[in-house]
């Protein structure tokens, strides 16, 4: 959804939608669709946006490779600033205090990006099923949350190159 900075009042105007898995250009699945809440606030050109994400996103656990499902449900406030352009935007470094703002062109701001750059930083760069997942076996590929292996290297004490090079390496 595109907003007009010129139609944003300085006192606040309040959105709620519900955005769709085609808007967001997202590189996962989405189980709902993502509903935004906020309200957006604007002092001259910059523009501040308080809001408040729920989805569901399903994504592998990294560890058994099962297909999990991640719960999002966060509050977020960013802010934005006219694009600079000419000898500004030429500028290399960018003041401290200018850290975190996000800046926009032709006066829109798109909330679809707002709403995708949340829910990408609110998923955990380390996802898992459950937080005691066992993972796959090492040899046979088993998933050893579901049931253990038979794998022959899992039952003897020796035979194990992991447990083997943890020992020598003392890790």
Do not use: W
């Not at 990294?62 to 352009?85: A, G, I, N, Q, S």
């Not at 401290?96 to 829109?108: A, K, P």
């Not at 990408?120 to 579901?146: D, H, S, T, W, Y």
């Amino acid at each position: 959804m595109i907003i007009n900075v010129k139609d944003i009042p300085i006192t606040g105007k309040e959105y709620e939608l519900d955005l769709d898995e085609e808007t967001l250009d997202l590189d996962m699945t989405l189980l709902a669709p993502v509903h935004f809440t906020g309200t957006l606030y604007r002092s001259g050109q910059d523009v501040r946006i308080q809001g408040h994400l729920t989805t569901e996103v399903e994504n592998y656990c990294h560890r058994c490779l099962e297909l999990t499902v991640l719960h999002v449900d966060t509050d977020f406030e960013v802010f934005y600033k006219p694009k600079p352009t000419g000898a500004a935007a030429a500028e290399e470094e960018v003041p401290i205090e200018e850290l975190g703002v996000l800046y926009y062109r032709d006066s829109t701001i798109d909330l679809c990006e707002t709403a995708r750059d949340t829910i990408i930083l609110e998923i955990p760069m380390k996802v898992l099923c459950q937080e005691g997942c066992r993972g796959l076996c090492p040899f046979c590929g088993a998933n050893l949350n579901k049931n253990g292996c038979d794998c022959a290297c899992q039952k003897q004490e020796t035979g194990n190159p992991f447990k083997e090079f943890f020992e020598k390496h003392g890790t």
